[in-house]
């Protein structure tokens, strides 16, 4: 079944390990924040840091893994049909549109589609860590300069992990107009179940 996520909102759900995610970009240029954490101990996290330090890269793609803040694999990258992801940028929040963007008012933002999405399992909004920015394509000078260029995502595009423990998960179709090329879309989503 494809589970679709509308544009500028958010989806949880739980994965027991083994389990396969298949995250997919149905229009293609549309980012998708992702936060794991350990299901029987929410202090457990995805960890950008660990992540990119024990996978000795920072464009995770096909056979890395993601690893939590204790130092353990929580997802492999199994497949990615479009093999650019980001794990340096911070979910885009309501400062991110006052302070980058200069935006009056406001605008839907991924640090908020995590959280309100994340509240059943009683996660607060200081627990939520960087995303494992799915088909994010950030771009990076060598004087270490950032630039958030369109994804390179066609439509279909998708990226599948196999869970390496039980896991909460969130996943967002991003709100910032950078990320997505100046649009947004919706983002899709299947569970294979393993057990």
């Known amino acids: 079944m494809i589970n679709t996520i509308e544009k500028q909102s958010g989806k949880s759900f739980t994965l027991r390990k083994g389990d396969l995610l298949t995250v997919i970009d149905p229009k293609g240029q549309q980012v998708s924040d992702m936060v794991l954490f350990n299901c029987h101990d929410t202090n457990e996290k ?7 330090d024990f996978e000795e890269t920072i464009l ?7 690893w939590s803040n204790r130092s353990q694999k929580m997802m492999k990258i199994i497949e ?7 794990f340096l940028l911070a ?8 302070i980058m963007y200069k935006h009056d008012g406001y605008h839907p933002s991924c640090l908020e589609n995590l959280y309100k999405n994340l509240k059943p399992f009683n996660i607060d909004l200081d627990q939520i860590p960087t995303a494992f920015n799915i088909f994010m394509n950030v771009q990076f000078h060598s ?3 950032l630039s958030v260029l369109p994804p390179t ?43």
């Open 46 to 52: 995805i960890s950008a840091g660990k992540s990119m």
């Open 91 to 98: 979910p885009c929040s309501p400062e991110t549109f006052s």
């Open 153 to 195: 995502t066609k439509p279909g595009d998708y990226i599948t992990f196999e869970a390496q423990m039980d896991l909460i998960v969130c996943l967002t179709a991003c709100s910032a107009e950078d990320s997505n090329g100046g649009s947004f879309k919706p983002i899709q989503y299947t569970i294979k179940k393993t057990a």
């Open 60 to 66: 995770l793609t096909t056979g890395n893994y993601l």
């Open 143 to 145: 004087s270490g300069k």
């Open 80 to 86: 990615d049909t479009n093999g650019r992801n980001d």
